[in-house]
């Protein structure tokens, strides 16, 4: 199993941007494919993008596709989110997912879950 702990969530003007970042100990994080997820206030956890193992397979939902991108320093066991041109509706709680696989693909459903980082945009 990892450990997952993000961080780089805060508050940011409708229209700027923010990087979240995730770090992994307590497992080999390349054999991990990791994902992001949110949580709006009232709203269920829905996925917002995903990388495999060697960050050439990435997917996107539909609402962040353009603006968001996931990648990965495996160096360094850590997964980002870049987001860019940020809306009001993406104001949520920003999770980190892994799951330990034995290819280089993307997954939809996780094992280990980190704690959330709160991101928050004004309009």
């Known amino acids: 199993q990892v450990r997952l702990v993000e961080s780089g969530g805060g508050l940011v003007q409708a229209g700027g941007s923010l990087r979240v970042s995730c770090v992994a100990s307590?497992?080999?994080?390349?054999?991990?494919?990791m994902g992001w997820f949110r949580q709006a206030p009232g709203k269920e956890r829905e996925f917002v993008a995903a990388?495999?193992?060697?960050?050439?397979?990435?997917d996107y939902a539909d609402s962040v596709k353009g603006r968001f991108t996931i990648s990965r320093d495996n160096a360094k066991n850590t997964v980002y989110l870049q987001m860019n041109s940020l809306k009001p509706e993406d104001t949520a709680v920003y999770y980190c997912?892994?799951?330990?696989?034995?290819?280089?693909?993307?997954?939809?459903?996780?094992?280990?879950w980190g704690q959330g980082t709160q991101v928050t945009v004004s309009s």
């Open positions: 997912a892994a799951k330990w696989v034995v290819a280089d693909i993307i997954v939809y459903e996780y094992d280990e």
């Open positions: 307590g497992g080999p994080f390349g054999w991990h494919a």
């Open positions: 990388i495999s193992w060697s960050g050439g397979s990435r």
